[in-house]
């Protein structure tokens, strides 16, 4: 069992739809959940962050986490052609884990089509 | 406000060759980590440092690859004696010190993309 996995894609949405991104995880000791976004052939870039249970909203992006279940989701809202790219999760393991020692994804390839 | 800046963009090199990357973290940042992106892969860690201080570098092969960040100067990730299964590109990140709830958030440059010929 991979530590974090996604779902690979392509998830393809029709524009101002939601776009619905799904990790899960592994280690039950871990702290912190992350959502970057990566265009082709560019660096990472984080977009949400979320350590407690429950729903973090920004703008159009809401992360959910849910410890229980060791499942943390990123929803899209009015998901955006600009929004095309690969959405990486990443996680930090439990306590004494080297801050920035991130485990990533595989990352999910998101097409938002006009 | 210069973000994490790695160079070259671009290195190719050619079987047994050393290959040395190098990353500026961003203005304020005293941490910094490498990562790794192997085609199809996702991004694994290698190494994290603080000014010539090593980490963690539980991510780090055994042999061949080494890292630094010296008192004066950018990171260094060295590469020596290089195959071609070292083709990847390799991000290097920056962060400000540990933030609320442990959460550190990680700055990344645009990486070098290595190709052993």
């Known amino acids: 069992q991979k530590e974090v996995e996604q779902n690979s894609g392509p998830l393809s949405v029709p524009e101002g739809a939601i776009a619905s991104l799904n990790c899960t995880y592994s280690d039950r000791g871990s702290q912190s959940f992350f959502w970057y976004r990566q265009y082709s052939g560019k660096s990472p870039e984080l977009i949400m962050f979320i350590y407690s249970n429950g729903d973090k909203e920004d703008g159009r992006f809401t992360a959910q986490l849910n410890k229980a279940s060791q499942y943390v989701s990123l929803l899209i809202r009015d998901s955006q052609p600009s929004d095309s790219a690969t959405y990486l999760c990443a996680v930090r393991g439990a306590g004494g884990t080297s801050y920035g020692k991130l485990t990533f994804g595989q990352g999910t390839i998101l097409t938002v089509h006009p | 406000n210069a973000g994490v800046m790695q160079n070259p963009r671009h290195l190719v090199r050619r079987r047994g060759q050393e290959a040395r990357l190098r990353c500026s973290p961003m203005k304020g940042h005293s941490h910094v980590y490498w990562y790794r992106q192997l085609p199809e892969e996702g991004l694994k860690f290698m190494v994290y440092?603080?000014?010539?201080?090593?980490?963690?570098e539980s991510g780090m092969p055994k042999e061949r690859f080494s890292a630094e960040f010296p008192k004066e100067g950018p990171s260094i990730l060295r590469i020596q004696q290089v195959v071609r299964g070292d083709s990847a590109a390799y991000f290097c990140a920056s962060s400000p010190p540990s933030g609320q709830g442990g959460t550190v958030k990680l700055f990344f440059g645009s990486g070098t993309q290595l190709s052993v010929l």
């Open positions: 440092l603080q000014k010539e201080n090593i980490i963690d």
